[in-house]
């Protein structure tokens, strides 16, 4: 395994000079059949996920390349991608085109790939969103983009650059993506509720996994292989996860976002050291310029309702967005829509099938400023709970704050792993 010790500032330099090895392919296969080579960087369950969506998606569609910090993870990877029947045949991953390392996406861009599949721990997202933008390659991002807004900053930048060079770039904030979900939100647009004057997002979920340590591992290794405790590597649970409705508050409010953020969380059920750094719950009330209020909630611990869901309140009528059959709903003094669609598409194959569309056709995607934002609207409530402060957006933004480990290797020291305390905490 690669070792280098590289710091996110030194990443990011060198990802701006793998443009240099690797010239752009977006031109080669509008309108064609040859092939489109997929790069797969990340390799845990959803990576595994979105390499069987991408082969899918496209006829000429073929996983050439794959890397991850763990070997096992691509492994076993590779391995369950072979037992799928549909997309088996489409996997080539020749043994020297499997990289193991912290910083060998730089060869897996290096390797003629076309597309590459960003499905790391969030703490990467922005590092190889740039350098995969610099070496001219469609992406699909897996949410959220960022941790921190250091991150979110570099992501808008990088996106900037894409549409500027006619890449496409598709997020994995998947419910942009699902039929239900889009006719719904369009009913709202129409204005079915009326003006918005509240929505609540809720996300109520079970508990979560945790590894052991294991003997000769370093504290880099256990944190990497529990990278969803720890927040420099995930952002917290209601940024790695609840970031999916507050994004669907952010598409209904035609991206524009709020002004100022007030929150509270801590830890209640999952406290043990097993559990990181990070919160169980969450609960931040964000304010628009015009008053409208979003109440976001979100908890994650075991034996509990759980709820995943947007409603919204308007001055005509009311919606619900719940992930769930019959779910998706509008009342209003004309009466009841509910979305009963039984055929609807799966809304992780919807993305990839789109993505691979817009590189065909020649009409480059570009999700990259709401991917951005929506990550910084989560990313701001957990400032606002983790510090106890009013958190502007403008100040989230503007934040100095850099969740960076002292160098990318695995003898280097990754951020401590102190839990927020509010009133004690600093803002950055």
Same mark, same amino acid.
């Given at each position: ?66 890397? @991850? ?108 993506? @699902?039929?239900?979900?889009? !006719? ?29 340590? !294991? ?22 649970? =209601? ?28 830890? #209640? ?7 990181? #750094? ?21 908890? #994650? ?39 009963? =669609?039984?055929?609807?598409? =799966? ?18 995607? =570009? ?56 009133? #004690?905490?600093?803002?950055?």
């Amino acid at each position: 395994m690669r070792a280098g010790a590289s710091t996110r500032r030194n990443f990011l330099q060198a990802a701006a000079t793998t443009g240099a090895l690797t010239s752009g392919a977006h031109g080669l296969h509008a309108a064609g059949s040859d092939a489109i080579r997929v790069g797969l960087i990340g390799c845990g369950d959803r990576g595994t996920g979105a390499a069987a969506q991408a082969l899918a998606a496209d006829p000429g569609a073929r996983l050439v390349a794959m890397a @991850d910090a763990f070997e096992d993870r691509l492994t076993n990877s590779l391995e369950m991608l072979g037992t799928n029947e549909a997309i088996r045949s489409k996997v080539d991953v020749a043994p020297a085109r499997r990289f193991v390392g912290f910083d060998t996406y730089r060869e897996l861009l290096a390797s003629g790939v076309d597309v590459v599949l960003l499905c790391t721990p969030p703490h990467f997202r922005p590092i190889h969103l740039r350098a995969a933008v610099e070496a001219g390659k469609h992406v699909f991002a897996e949410k959220p983009v960022a941790v921190d807004a250091p991150g979110v900053r570099s992501v808008i930048e990088s996106c900037r650059l894409a549409a500027s060079r006619g890449l496409s770039i598709v997020s994995g904030l998947c419910l942009r993506y @699902d039929d239900g979900f889009r !006719q719904t939100v369009r009913r709202i647009h129409d204005g079915a509720v009326g003006g918005v004057a509240t929505l609540l997002a809720n996300d109520y979920r079970g508990g979560r996994w945790a590894k052991p340590r !294991q003997p000769g591992w370093t504290e880099m290794h256990y944190q990497m292989r529990n990278w969803y405790n720890f927040t420099w590597l995930s952002g917290d649970f =209601n940024v790695e996860q609840h970031v999916h409705f507050l994004d669907v508050c952010a598409w209904i409010m035609k991206e524009q976002y709020p002004e100022k953020a007030v929150g509270m969380g801590g830890r #209640q059920v999952l406290t043990g050291p097993e559990y990181g #750094q990070i919160y169980d719950h969450f609960s931040v009330v964000y304010e628009y310029a015009d008053g409208i209020r979003l109440v976001s909630n979100c908890r #994650q611990q075991p034996l509990c309702k759980n709820d995943l869901s947007v409603r919204v309140l308007g001055t005509k009528g009311r919606a619900e967005l719940v992930e769930r059959r019959g779910g998706l709903r509008v009342r209003s003094a004309s009466g009841e829509w509910v979305y009963q =669609n039984r055929q609807s598409r =799966n809304m992780y194959q919807v993305e990839h099938d789109e993505l691979f569309a817009s590189i065909r056709g020649g009409k480059p995607i =570009n999700n990259g400023e709401y991917m951005a934002r929506s990550t910084l609207l989560a990313i701001m409530g957990r400032m606002a709970a983790y510090t106890g402060r009013e958190i502007t957006w403008q100040m989230a933004m503007d934040s100095k704050q850099a969740l960076d480990p002292s160098a990318y290797a695995w003898d280097a020291r990754p951020p401590a792993a102190v839990v927020a305390v509010p009133g #004690q905490t600093r803002f950055l």
